[in-house]
Every structure is written in structure tokens, then in C-alpha cells.
């Protein structure tokens, strides 16, 4: 049974950092591209970030470009997303997801999502 | 990367037919066969419904159906049920190894 399971999420100060972390099992994590998405509270989904099962490509959302960074570790079977600089409007749910095949933008698997609340 | 238009709500009684639209540009919807579908029901994780514009994942059933033309894709769900209300969001890769949702639409089955 694939699983995604984030943490890392939490109360953070603006211009401050976070790490998020999503821990994947039940599949193989190197076969397979990994997405992260947010979802503001009451609303819409936003698309982060994108990295190849070989991190050798690697995409970003207008809005996060610069200051949050996408990365993965095939030996511990795990996606990270270091975000620095937060905002206000960074204030999300976070999702890990499972891209459909190697290098799909199709997501058929999520985590739960961790939650980052930005606030003084 | 402006988010791709989505009608905020349609609805539909059981038994019909609804139609989603999702609207973008040459840059994302018009220019990639990379279009995908995801239902929402609150407080809930999204699940994928329909990839590369009209392909279905195991275990959706055949009354959800996708397709485009030109810059605009479509969900289409017959044989409306209950279950099928939820918020439904469009995605399309746009380039450069980005992908773009939608604004989301809230089905409501009358």
C-alpha cells in the first residue's frame, strides 16, 4: 500500500525557515517523479514544486521560485522542500504527492499534508 | 502562471450530465496533452480522476470522462450520484517542468 506521510509543518515567524519532509513506502520511491501542493484554508490547490525520480530535473511555482528549494534522498526514500523567506500567503496545508509515472505531472497519490501556519 | 479558469460551481440533478470546464492558454492547456482532473470532497486528500486529458485511472468509473479542444479542457460526469459532489480542479503542465491548477469547481448535486 503506497504511502505519504509529511511532517515538518508548524508555527513559523515571517522571514523565517521550515524544512518539510515527506516520508514515501510501498512503492518504489526512485522509480517515480514527487510534487508538492498546497491548499490555503478554504482554498484552491496550488502546485509548488516538482523533482525527477533523479532530481536531475527539478520545476517551481512563480510564487516560491528563490525561496524554497526541492530536494530528495532515493536511499532514505524521502522528499524534502526547504522553505526560507516565508510569507504570510505561504500559510498552507503542504501535500506530498506521487507522480503517476516517472516523469508525470499526474499526481495519484497523496500524503495527508502537513500544516505551516506563518504568523508573528 | 495565472491559475486556469474553472467555474466557481455547477450543479446537477441525480441522473444528468455535468460538464467542468477549464480554461488556459497555449502555454499550458492548448500546448500539452498533459491535462489532469482531481475530486475533492471536504476535508479530504484530492484523488486523481482523469490524466493526459482523457486517460482514467484504475478504479475511476467510465462516467467521468475528459477531453480538450484548443485551449480548453473538459470533465464530463454522467449519470450524476450523491457521491459525486465535491470540489473538482483542473491541472496542466505549462513548460519548464511546471504544472497549474485550476480555481476549483464545487459540484452540487441537487
Known amino acids: 500500500e503506497v504511502q505519504l506521510v509529511e511532517s515538518g509543518g508548524g508555527l513559523v515567524q515571517p522571514g523565517r525557515s521550515l524544512r518539510l519532509s515527506c516520508a514515501a513506502s510501498?512503492?518504489?520511491?526512485?522509480?517515480?517523479?514527487m510534487h508538492w501542493v498546497r491548499q490555503a484554508p478554504g482554498k484552491g490547490l496550488e502546485w509548488v514544486s516538482y523533482?525527477?525520480?533523479?532530481?536531475?530535473?527539478?520545476g517551481y511555482a512563480d510564487s516560491v521560485e528563490g525561496r524554497f528549494t526541492i530536494s530528495r534522498d532515493n536511499a532514505k526514500n524521502s522528499l524534502y522542500l526547504q522553505m526560507n523567506s516565508l510569507r504570510a500567503e505561504d500559510m498552507a496545508l503542504y501535500y506530498c504527492?506521487?507522480?503517476?509515472?516517472?516523469?508525470?505531472?499526474?499526481?495519484?497519490?497523496w500524503g495527508q499534508g502537513t500544516l505551516v501556519t506563518v504568523s508573528s | 502562471q495565472s491559475a486556469l479558469t474553472q467555474p466557481r460551481s455547477v450543479s446537477g440533478s441525480p441522473g444528468q450530465s455535468v460538464t467542468i470546464t477549464c480554461t488556459g492558454t497555449?502555454?499550458?492547456?492548448?500546448?500539452?496533452?498533459?491535462v489532469s482532473w482531481y475530486q475533492q470532497h471536504p476535508g479530504k486528500v484530492p484523488k486523481l480522476m482523469v490524466y493526459?486529458?482523457?486517460k482514467r485511472p484504475s478504479g475511476v468509473p467510465d462516467r467521468f470522462s475528459g477531453s480538450k479542444s484548443g485551449n480548453t479542457a473538459s470533465l464530463s460526469i454522467s449519470g450524476l450520484q450523491a457521491e459525486d459532489e465535491a470540489d473538482y480542479y483542473c491541472?496542466?503542465?505549462?513548460?519548464?517542468?511546471?504544472?497549474?491548477f485550476g480555481g476549483g469547481t464545487k459540484l452540487t448535486v441537487l
Open positions: 504527492a506521487k507522480a503517476l509515472f516517472s516523469s508525470s505531472y499526474s499526481l495519484d497519490y
Open positions: 510501498g512503492f518504489t520511491f526512485d522509480d517515480y517523479a
Open positions: 523533482i525527477s525520480w533523479n532530481s536531475d530535473t527539478i
Open positions: 497555449s502555454s499550458d492547456v492548448g500546448g500539452y496533452n498533459y
Open positions: 493526459d486529458v482523457n
Open positions: 491541472c496542466s503542465y505549462a513548460g519548464r517542468y511546471t504544472t497549474i
